[in-house]
């Protein structure tokens, strides 16, 4: 096998590097691709864009249930649909294909992922004070949440993991998956992921049609409360349109990872984190921010060095050249502050001391601390979900968690005295705003000659 | 004056009672009035949806930034906007109109929105293990927020406080303001909570034209990580469509309320709660459940006797009509039951022992524990804030509190002999997602002739 030297550009120094970052596309700027508008005018009779399908579909299901949903998921899959619900035996089958080796290496990451979540603090609090009032914040869990596994470029099993063992940790009661089939197959080691996370209710549905069955329901599929997990750029559309009937957790886009290394780093490490990263998709960034010229050119040789022999050599080469980047510039310093404002899904920390630098990260789905902490090894065994925020979005959103899976409901007992106390300003309040109903209602607890 | 008997639903039975909850629409179910219809074709003179609108304003104000906002706040307002961002003089001078007692109100229901958030649990935390593996969650006060402050029906400025602070308590950097002038003229009341609350960056900007400056940012005003607050339909729409651009609180309906009473409260209370919910707008429900058919007679009566006094009499009177009412179920646990199917933004306990049923709410924004809670005093000065789910969105959304205003980074720092531990489960599992660069990046940690 010849070894293909990748593309990747190079940059060099702030400024440069800072003009690459600020240009990536926020997550509404992604168009379709070419192959994506055939695939939608040979299905659809009509040169939609994905928003247009997203929207037909979630209509179309949601008046008319089981039958669109039927009807979408054979027009998409080329075949009709066995059964709108896998069967136990269906599950039980996939899990008795799975070799022993692969059950017992799915129940070590979710072992690792319950352990790390319960450790998460989530409590109910409510706070008495001297006149017997009490405040507080009651957290609930979720009642039925529904979790996306995508199949499409892989089966990805540790998805489901990291999404479903979260909402047990919160105590939601009822998790359900929905999981396209792929070439008319549902994926064996999904449904043994599945099964090692308890999961029963499961649906053969992908895209638009198992988010809009999930969120609207159907006489066969009772709605959720809430649709989480990661997705193709249909079920990414389709969490946006439905979001208000039910939760949604984040509108995950392609994944990244920035790497940040100063001359301690192993190149060869380096440049294997680079490659994991790019295999993902043709979509995913890696991106490496170096402060040494020569570990840039070293990382640069054994990523030449190393694609060759793996098998995604193709998807590696074509995100590589797209999106990836190696740059240098003058200090860890200017490194951190490049990184703050990529707000990158995995930041990687491959630096001298690099705990000193946890502090300094201000945006990041999550902080990988030193050369141990591979972001393939947190991919599935770490404990910490993978699924993380994307596309800047780690400026305000968080990786899925345990809050992810409740919610609260704030308590209001003021005592007798304590709500004397307080009628009086919000009682002025009330009046600057033209409430006065608000005011009487107030008022009346404390007029002469009401019973108490 | 004469007392007009306000035309209010009664109901009779738990099926009865369920049936019209479930009847209640969804938020997306809204439809645009005729009012707002013809108001938009004059506008825009064409026969647009809310969404067409929101939708071209978005799209201008990103593409063309202040010439944009300058022009469709001009268009919606009926005259050219003073200046892009409020002066301090403005902002001053609102200040010194306020009276000394609504000052003090206001201040005094900023000193208990505080004293409540700063009570929430909201801390990073770091686990080591003995083999020096650390695990965590950093939690990060987002950076730059804007909150729509709604000044239509009314000014609330009690909204932009139970907004604006726990922002503050959060530790966000920086907290700007978007409110609407109404005829011309800002809201000095909304200007001195701002004052109070610190807040000194406020944009004379309301709708679509407020959110997509502050989503997009133009040369005049930065941009923001996330937009927060309540505000009116075009809002709502707007806020949903640059989600994933900056993050979103919630989508704000219509308010709710729902009083749960026995025959141990106080009809006429009831009845003067039932008149502050329905003050606030024409879709506003206000809802009373009761076991009691003697005191839903009584509370129906003295709504009657204490409406016509109310300066809001006739939004009252349209808001009990279409929308509120009056039922008698069998029990308190069917109307536990019902205000769980309900879940409402405001869930009001005028129950006999009223704490012992708090533990069987399973979904509601807030609750109100007994008499004196009154859902007015909750709006300005009991703490908790006012901008809470509604629409059956409590099933899966919280009030606004200090974690909207955070975000978590996950901590991955395991340690070389953690890491070696695991690497064997995790090559596993991503060799069967077909993911063999993972595999090989965890693996070259630990090959043979590596450095360590």
Redesign the interface.
Known sequence: MMPTAPKIRLLTGFEATRAFIEARP???EYEATPALRASIERLFGEALTPDQVVERILREVRAQGDEAVRRYAALIEGAPLDELRVSEERIEQAWERTLP??R???Q??AD?IRA?HE???V?S?L?WDTTGS?????I?P??RVGIYAPNGR?????SLLMAAIPAQVAGVHEVVVATPPRDGELSD?ILAAAHIAGVREIYPLGGAVAVGALAYGTASIPGV??ILGPGNLFVVLAK?RV?????IDQ?PGPTETLLLADESA?P??LA??M??Q???DPMATAMLITTSQHLAQVVRREVAT?MP????REV?AESLASRGAIAVVGSSDEALELANLFAPEHLCLLLRDP?QW?GK?????????????????????????HV??T?R???????L?V?DFV??????????E??RD?????V???E???????????R??FQEG??R
Chains 1, 2 share one sequence.
């Open positions: 926020l997550l509404d080796e692969l017992d290496a799915l070590t990451c690792r790390f450790k998460q603090p409590t609090w706070d009490a405040l507080g914040q009651m609930l979720l009642e892989a089966p990805y099993p540790s080691v409360d809430k946006r979001y208000g009937v039910v939760g509108l192993d060869a490490w294997a984190d490659l994991a790019a295999e993902h190393q022999t793996l098998s995604r590696i705990w946890v990260v201000r945006h990041a789905g999550g902080v990988f601390v030193g050369e141990y902490a591979s972001e393939a090894l947190g991919d599935y065994a770490v404990g910490p979900t993380m925020p596309g979005t780690a400026r305000f959103s968080s990786p968690q809050w919610k609260i409901t704030s308590v209001f007992g003021p005592s007798a304590q709500a307080l009628t009086g300003a919000a002025t309040v009330a600057a705003e033209g409430l006065t109903a608000h005011a009487a209602a107030m009346k607890r009401e019973r």
